[in-house]
T-cell receptor, first 116, second 109 residues
Framework: DAGVIQSPRHEVTEMGQEVTLRCKPISGHDYLFWYRQTMMRGLELLIYFNNNVPIDDSGMPEDRFSAKMPNASFSTLKIQPSEPRDSAVYFC??????????????FGSGTRLTVV | GIQVEQSPPDLILQEGANSTLRCNFSDSVNNLQWFHQNPWGQLINLFYIPSGTKQNGRLSATTVATERYSLLYISSSQTTDSGVYFCAVEETSGSRLTFGEGTQLTVNP
């Protein structure tokens, strides 16, 4: 398996622009997570899905952030409008559910977002 | 929510030295993982270890779930071991990983 695939690897955008981050989870994994990593706050969970349904979005910082999972193999995290304080590394992760989960969470390589 | 504390926050070693990293957590967990974040920012899964002991080459880990701690051992360290080591746990009450603040390891040649 190719692992969790994220795109783009790097994104530089101007304040006020819309940004869309993409994630393809590992086939057969029914949980998908979006994390953000900053120097100040470390690694924090933004939102997670189970079987394509959003379960907990309490970590989404504000209404400018939205996430979707239209099918089992694709998810997006959108920021509109973007602000400089959104600059961070955004990770996507996936895992199997229940007793099938013997390997834990697998993380993608991350998207480094810079908003100028 | 669950608290995850890692120690030490920083560690500097000479190549060839051994080290032990510690992770304490405040509640029962379903899952515990150790990750290595390399200089390129990638989070590499080292161990899935909710309990017991595992070994992978020069690295090994032990989790004592009843006492709520886990240890990561690195033997004969190499410069490529440098980076940040994270402990992350999944509470029994939820389906999310909560990360510690990490241990920054520097291995000098």
């Amino acid at each position: 398996d190719a692992g969790v695939i994220q795109s783009p690897r790097h994104e530089v955008t101007e304040m006020g622009q819309e940004v869309t981050l993409r994630c393809k989870p590992i086939s057969g994994h029914d949980y998908l997570f979006w994390y953000r990593q900053t120097m100040m706050r470390g690694l924090e969970l933004l939102i997670y899905f189970n079987n394509n349904v959003p379960i907990d979005d309490s970590g989404m910082p504000e209404d400018r952030f939205s996430a979707k999972m239209p099918n089992a193999s694709f998810s997006t995290l959108k920021i509109q409008p973007s602000e400089p304080r959104d600059s961070a590394v955004y990770f996507c992760a996936s895992r199997r559910g229940g007793t099938l989960n013997n390997y834990g969470y697998t993380f993608g390589s991350g998207t480094r977002l810079t908003v100028v | 929510g669950i608290q995850v504390e890692q120690s030490p926050p920083d560690l500097i070693l000479q190549e060839g030295a051994n080290s032990t990293l510690r992770c304490n957590f405040s509640d029962s967990v379903n899952n515990l993982q150790w990750f290595h974040q390399n200089p390129w920012g990638q989070l590499i899964n080292l161990f899935y270890i909710p309990s017991g002991t595992k070994q992978n080459g020069r690295l090994s880990a032990t989790t004592v779930a009843t006492e709520r701690y886990s240890l990561l051992y690195i033997s004969s360290s190499q410069t490529t071991d440098s980076g940040v080591y994270f402990c992350a746990v999944e509470e029994t009450s939820g389906s999310r990983l909560t990360f510690g603040e990490g241990t920054q390891l520097t291995v000098n040649p």
